[in-house]
T-cell receptor
Framework: EAGVAQSPRYKIIEKRQSVAFWCNPI?????LYWYQQILGQGPKLLIQ????????DSQLPKDRFSAERLKGVDSTLKIQPAKLEDSAVYLC??????????????FGEGSWLTVV | AQSVAQPEDQVNVAEGNPLTVKCTYS??????LFWYVQYPNRGLQFLLK??????LVKGSYGFEAEFNKSQTSFHLKKPSALVSDSALYFC???????????FGKGTHLIIQP
């Protein structure tokens, strides 16, 4: 089966500009996650969707980050305006259902953002 | 709150030797435990997980991990290392009943020919 698809793979923007990342999860996966991975650190959860509803967005910097999952499939993560510290890899992931029953979370290749 | 510790930033092993990458965790209840591997400029690839049952879990590419509840550890092991095993390895934990997956900071595994 096809994996989690993300685009673009690489993006360089100037600070205060905006950027958007797209994700298409594995077919049939109801739960979708966006993680931020800063160089030298483990991934940190930004937001989790169950179908098209938000389950957890407690670590999403809502003054500049937004995410949506229209129709419960594809998702978009937006940053506006970007700051230098937003330079990171943005990983999209999906799982069959809520993770609490031990379902494996599968990750995409990531979108690499550099803010200059 | 749940947390993961990977005490080693880097592990160096000669090719053909056994390898161990350490992971300890902290949760208030029972854990689900995972190992992922990340190659340069790639996303995270799932290696194996512990949900319940046998404490020794076998996964992809010959890797295995042993769940030790008394020591709250889930160390990753392989009997004979390959140069191609060189990568960044992440341990992750989820408390049963919770949705969030918490990652350690990662361990660079370097296999020397």
């Amino acid at each position: 089966e096809a994996g989690v698809a993300q685009s673009p793979r690489y993006k360089i923007i100037e600070k205060r500009q905006s950027v958007a990342f797209w994700c298409n999860p594995i077919s049939g996966h109801a739960t979708l996650y966006w993680y931020q991975q800063i160089l030298g650190q483990g991934p940190k959860l930004l937001i989790q969707f169950q179908n098209n509803g938000v389950v957890d967005d407690s670590q999403l910097p809502k003054d500049r980050f937004s995410a949506e999952r229209l129709k419960g499939v594809d998702s978009t993560l937006k940053i506006q305006p970007a700051k230098l510290e937003d330079s990171a890899v943005y990983l999209c992931a999906s799982s069959r259902r809520g993770a609490s029953d031990g379902n494996t979370i599968y990750f995409g290749e990531g979108s690499w953002l550099t803010v200059v | 709150a749940q947390s993961v510790a990977q005490p080693e930033d880097q592990v160096n092993v000669a090719e053909g030797n056994p390898l161990t990458v350490k992971c300890t965790y902290s949760v208030s209840g029972n854990p689900y435990l995972f190992w992922y591997v990340q190659y340069p400029n790639r996303g995270l690839q799932f290696l194996l997980k512990y949900i319940t049952g046998d404490n020794l879990v076998k996964g992809s590419y010959g890797f295995e991990a042993e769940f030790n509840k008394s020591q709250t550890s889930f160390h990753l092991k392989k009997p004979s290392a390959l140069v191609s095993d060189s990568a960044l390895y992440f341990c992750a934990v989820r408390e049963v009943g919770a949705d969030g997956l918490t990652f350690g900071k990662g361990t660079h595994l370097i296999i020397q020919p």
